[in-house]
């Protein structure tokens, strides 16, 4: 896994050891994610994906995942679960730009995290054999999946 | 890991391999799960989590992710991810009790996953050091978690 060795922006603070290093379990990834983006000009989130056009964005299977999206149909929406995992992940209070000051990890989306596992709510257009095409994602073409899962209102959303 | 090695159910189908065993990422837990469910009487889903009180749901992380807390506030929600890694990780096809016939893992919120990362939409209630009083949970007590995110509207549902 590479690296950002960049040193700290004002106000940061990390971690005393790399996460990476310290691994309790792991991840098996599913497939990737195949969109016109490419690392360092992809959307910095969705909704701004979904401005651009969403990015031709669709999700390749391993083929032998096929089987497991039986259920799963066009229109439907799931929580794409990705891997930013070139991002730094020391880092506990971090200063992203568009904020005024600096911010906890836990209380930012940034990719920069101790396990960087991205999600995204999105739409299924389409399901061709091991490859679900998607309405828009913001993760650049080859980033690594995690998960599908159902979007379900009572677990993903606050309570009305 | 501890394994189910119980034979498949009728309907069921099975990956030629097992997950853990081909781990690409690693995961370093940030914390546990603290709640008054035990393996096996868990709710199982968040909305019965809720309807059965809540568990006295809190998230304790490991004293030095603290400062990563820095601008979540009571009141606020957050996506909190955790690890449901002791069910098994090769199931494509699944026959839940609740459903009607076969489905596809990616089509259910099963904690029998590739990737065992659950998720669920959690308020926080209250923050002392590095414990986190959220609403309610389905994990039993001392599931490890993954990440904490601040639920972000345009991303986390599907859009108006």
Redo the contacts between chains.
Sequence with gaps: ?ERDLKPPRDGE?R??YD??A?????????GVIRSDWREGTAPK???LA?EQGGGNARVELKP??A??????EPGG???L?Y?T?EAR?DL??QRPRHADG????????SPA???P?A???V?IEAIEDATVHIDATDAFDGT?V???????E??????E
């Design positions: 896994m603070e971690l005393g996460p990476a310290q691994a309790e379990a792991g991840l098996h990834f599913i989130n969705l909704r979904r032998e995942f089987p497991a999206l039986k259920g799963l929406w799931i929580m679960l891997w995992g992940r506990l209070v600096p911010r906890g990890t836990f209380a930012l989306r995290r101790p396990n596992v999600l995204g709510c739409r690594p995690v998960d599908i899962k159902p979007w379900i009572t677990v993903d959303r606050p309570p």
